[in-house]
């Protein structure tokens, strides 16, 4: 333990492809878990992925309908499971998302971290069903959801952008695939495909749980053994890995264009990281993402947004599983060639060291600031151990924090100067 980094962690393995992650801590009111299974991203298979959890929620056994899952959950004091899927680098992560008070401030004094693990791995175990496969009216009724929210997507212009270069940039990896999957896959999905499926994904999937709160981990990882004992014994469960390729297919970005009835345009951009993702200087890669895009201090924020002019907005984020940098700016249709030469500039800039010590260090407080801020929510905490985990990561926020205030620019200009243009998207009006 440190200070600003209250907390312990325990690992344990439940039983085989069953990890268990206790982060314990005094801090918060309530504790949360997730269950998480680690899927491989496959075109055909992301719409089921993402519509099994779905449907699992729907009901299970003993509770068979949402009425009775609500019922029992507001006994327990509000205790909330909800679907979540994610996505990391190429691996597709489906399942539950658990949050209940802490046991210190319930006013009887009763238990419900035990009553909440039972209740979920009931629904995630032993699912409501009819004549032997998961309810049709269930997955009917949340295939309608779940093609909405895909149809939904393109309401969000700038998320879209984002989503359409990496569909174009990645179109040969399973990286441009979209966690929701796609409409025409969805159709497909009947009853008996997602039952066969949900056994297979039992079967095969590495499942990593993880627990935030002040319970003593022998009573959580008791619980966990508890529920999960009726989880058949697996031989070949395996975690997915993400295929990183260092550099773009050409020497010429690629282009894309499309045209939408919109007023502002949209300037996406992607990188590859090049040879640094084969041993990732992870606090230089942190640093240099602040530096350039990801904060109200870097060079696109303040010279390509402020200075210039020549954005709405013009930000970075790297995706560190997969090895992408994306920047993300919204434009006048008549500024994107400018506007792109000078988001390519920036980072000429960063290559050839042209980084002041203001700008460096405002960096460093940047991203220190938010790991200690992930530190404060209970999902911010667990993502951060999540990530860890997919990323192999093996130094604790604590010491992420003192590599990022003892890094050096001669780190971050190493990294960057691997860094080439991949593909470039623009959404453009009618």
């Not at 992925?49 to 959950?73: H, K, Q, W």
């Not at 399973?174 to 499926?197: C, N, P, Q, R, Y």
């Not at 990294?415 to 959404?427: P, R």
Request: proline share 3%; net charge negative; glycine share 6%.
């Amino acid at each position: 333990m440190e200070s600003g980094f209250v907390h312990s962690i325990d690992k344990s393995e439940i039983k085989n492809g069953v990890s268990l992650t206790c982060i314990n801590t005094i801090k918060f009111k309530s504790g949360c878990i997730t269950i998480n299974l680690l899927c491989e991203l496959r075109r055909d298979t992301a719409a089921v992925n993402t519509l099994l959890p779905r449907v699992l929620r729907r009901g299970s056994a003993n509770f068979p309908d949402m009425e009775s899952i609500i019922a029992a959950l507001d006994d327990l004091y509000g205790v909330r499971i909800e679907p979540i899927v994610r996505k990391k680098g190429e691996v597709h992560c489906i399942g539950f998302y658990i949050d209940f008070p802490d046991d210190r401030y319930i006013p009887t004094g009763e238990s419900v971290l035990e009553k909440a693990i039972h209740i979920a791995g009931e629904i995630l175990l032993s699912p409501a069903k009819q004549d032997g496969t998961l309810r049709n009216d269930y997955v009917k009724s949340e295939k309608i959801n779940l093609i909405d929210d895909i149809r939904a997507a393109i309401n969000d212009k700038r998320g879209y952008a984002v989503d359409r270069l990496l569909e174009e940039m990645c179109s040969e990896e399973a990286f441009g695939i979209s966690k929701l999957g796609t409409e025409e896959e969805v159709l497909k999905i009947t009853a008996e495909t997602l039952t066969d499926h949900y056994q297979k994904i039992l079967d095969n999937s590495g499942i990593e749980i993880f627990y935030c709160g002040s319970a003593d981990t022998a009573r959580v990882k008791t619980a966990i053994e508890t529920t999960f004992k009726t989880l058949p014994e697996r031989k070949d469960t395996q975690v997915p890995k993400t295929n990183i390729i260092y550099y773009p297919p050409t020497d010429t970005p690629r282009r894309f264009t499309d045209k939408l009835d919109v007023s502002q345009g949209k300037l996406t951009i992607g990188f590859r990281m090049g040879d640094t993702m084969k041993n990732p200087d992870y606090p230089a890669l942190m640093l240099f993402s602040a530096l350039y895009g990801g904060s109200v201090s870097s060079k696109l924020f303040l010279n390509v947004r402020e200075r210039l002019s020549l954005c709405y907005y013009a930000s970075s984020m790297i995706d560190k599983h997969k090895g992408i940098m994306i920047v993300s700016s919204g434009v006048e249709f008549s500024n994107f060639e400018t506007a792109f030469d000078e988001i390519l500039a920036q980072l000429e800039n960063i290559k050839n060291g042209d980084v002041s010590e203001w700008e460096f260090t405002s960096a460093k407080r940047y991203v220190i600031t938010s790991i200690k801020s992930a530190l404060d929510r209970l999902g911010g905490l667990e993502e951060l151990y999540f990530d860890s985990v997919i990323y192999s990561i093996h130094y604790d926020p604590a010491r992420l924090s003192d590599m990022v205030e003892t890094a050096t620019l001669e780190q971050v200009v190493s990294l960057a100067s691997g860094i080439k243009t991949d593909s470039v998207y623009m959404l453009t009006g009618e």
